[in-house]
């Protein structure tokens, strides 16, 4: 494992491993932002004409902004080895939230149309993905979805094919004859050799799709060389043979053009996929949240992953006990804290928490904002009549102590109801209910992998919209939240801090001046000499602290 730095990045732990070298979450000591940091093999480095062909397709993915595509920041060399530093991404790949079984029909659309949207972008531009799968689509904690390892997937040299899910073996880069890709996706041009284009992404595309709408991958076999088969020659199962809802078999024409083996006969363009996809989501019934399953079919799973975190030695012990004699899960911690429950949630992935509410250093509600988007949580907690308030407006499982056994079963039930429909608990909204009236947050908590960073209210500069996430900025350094900046600036006291421009929350006590900038545009100068953007709205909110 890599440890101190690279360049000018502070490795913090390893992410990742696969046959394309290690991946890596490192702070930029010269940004002060978290990156992905992938380091590749030392064959890349090596060979001059690879290394070239490297450089110049992650300057064709650095060009690609979208909201649906990680984005490059910069491929470099240091120390002998190459690395990519990327966007870090929080959240699940697709491949993930399928373990957990088939996604609802509506969020699976919603996820295929914006992962359309990226490449569609990306084909404009003449670049094609070529290794489009489940594990390369994440799912950020905001529910968006993010397609990665753009223009890199093509380039290296990963080891030959061992099963039906590994890469295939990449003799080169991307020219006609060489063979890319992963087995199961591949488009049959791909398995041939062939030159290709923006349809190959398509067939991939239906290969994902055609996953996340029945929970099993449509051609992959006992190996590779049976895998490869298959997408030349064989046809998927049927969807109605896999036992879906009649409402999931909408998706079936679709899919079936996507994975034409001619690329002739697909979608000739992303645009015309994502036309198809939308008059699908139009069809579906208003509110189709549930599994594309069938409720009759028994699918096999693997145990439910489940986490305990209180402060009280008995109130665990209590837990464990009733969690033993369930069937078909796993208890793969215990915590007696809040920083013990975020680190735990980042290495452990559990399925299910049931979280304590009164701890000491985080409480309950603050490692829910920090967990609470990517896996289902049940509170535990003495009486409060106001806590209880906001969780059955919010529908929220809860279990008041001392826990009793029915309710414990109950309260499960329902937790695993709501893990195979992947309906995920309104955190926002618990959040905003369970502050007291005129309360402001007095901290800000920001995750960094298993870790979490501490931000005092009063020390925060001003913050920035970035896309999913705030970018806080305080004491020289920017720390990536993942919130929008409205959510912040509701939980923020509005005495101190103003909403200066729709992209910019700014602490007031920091504002040294506002000078006019071009036209009627103006500038908020801050006491280390930053310089933000002043909307006309803005400024007029701003006029009140002057």
């Not at 449509?218 to 109605?240: D, I, M, Q």
């Not at 409402?247 to 645009?271: S, T």
């Not at 409205?486 to 509005?494: C, G, V």
């Amino acid at each position: 494992m890599l440890e101190g730095t690279l360049a000018q990045y502070r490795i913090l732990g390893e992410l990742g491993r696969g046959g394309m070298g290690i991946v890596y979450r490192a702070q930029d000591t010269r940004l002060g932002r978290e990156v992905a940091l992938k380091v590749l093999p030392p064959s890349a480095a090596q060979d001059p004409k690879l290394n070239d062909r490297l450089l110049q397709e992650a300057r064709a993915a650095a060009s690609l902004v979208h909201p649906a595509i990680c984005v490059v920041y910069e491929i470099a060399e240091a120390e002998g080895m190459t690395f990519v530093a990327m966007e870090l991404v929080r959240g699940a790949t697709v491949a993930e939230l399928i373990r957990r079984g088939p996604l609802p029909l509506e969020r699976t659309g919603a996820i295929v149309l914006e992962i359309a949207d990226g490449l569609a972008q990306a084909h404009a531009l003449g670049i094609v993905h070529r290794d489009l799968k489940p594990t390369n689509v994440m799912v950020t904690e905001s529910g968006r979805a993010k397609v990665i390892d753009f223009g890199l997937a093509k380039l290296l040299r990963p080891l030959p094919v061992l099963d039906s899910g590994d890469d295939t073996p990449r003799r080169g880069h991307s020219d006609p004859g060489r063979i890319v890709g992963t087995a199961a996706y591949m488009s049959p041009e791909q398995v041939r050799g062939l030159d290709v284009d923006a349809r190959a992404d398509i067939f991939s595309l239906g290969a994902t799709l055609y996953e996340m709408v029945s929970g099993v991958p449509p051609f992959r076999r006992e190996n590779g060389v049976e895998t490869l088969h298959a997408v030349l020659k064989e046809e998927p199962p049927r969807l109605s043979e896999l036992g879906v809802t009649p409402v999931a078999l909408e998706f079936q024409g679709l899919i079936d053009r996507c994975l034409q083996k001619d690329p002739a006969r697909r979608h000739p363009d992303m645009g015309a996929f994502m036309a198809d996809l939308q008059a699908i989501r139009l069809r579906l019934p208003s509110g189709a949240i549930t599994s594309s399953l069938s409720r009759s079919i028994s699918t096999p799973r693997a145990p439910l992953r489940v986490l305990i975190v209180d402060d009280e030695d008995p109130a665990r012990a209590l837990l464990a006990e009733y969690l033993r004699s369930e069937r078909d899960l796993e208890v793969v911690g215990e915590c007696r804290n809040g920083f013990e429950a975020v680190k735990a949630v980042a290495e452990q992935k559990p399925d299910l928490v049931f979280l304590d509410i009164q701890m000491p250093k985080l409480d309950g509600f603050e490692v829910l904002e920090l967990i609470g988007r990517e896996v289902a949580v049940v509170f535990v907690t003495a009486f409060d009549e106001h806590a209880i308030r906001a969780f059955e407006v919010n529908a929220v499982d809860y279990l008041l102590k001392p826990v009793a056994a029915d309710r414990f079963a109950a309260a499960l039930e329902r937790a695993r109801k709501r893990i195979l429909a992947n309906v995920a608990a309104p955190v926002p909204q618990i959040l905003a209910d369970v502050r007291p009236a005129g309360s402001y947050l007095e901290r800000i908590l920001v995750r960094q992998g298993p870790n979490v960073q501490v931000i005092p209210a009063d020390a925060l500069d001003y913050a920035v919209a970035r896309d999913d996430y705030v970018g806080l900025h305080s004491r020289g350094k920017e720390h990536l939240k993942q919130q929008t900046l409205a959510e912040l600036q509701a939980a923020l006291d509005p005495r101190r801090f103003v909403r200066i421009h729709r992209s910019c929350l700014l602490n007031v006590e920091r504002l040294v001046r506002i000078e006019a900038d071009t036209g009627d545009t103006k500038v908020a100068v801050l006491s280390d000499g930053t310089r933000l953007p002043v909307s006309r709205a803005g400024y007029g909110r701003l006029k009140g602290f002057l």
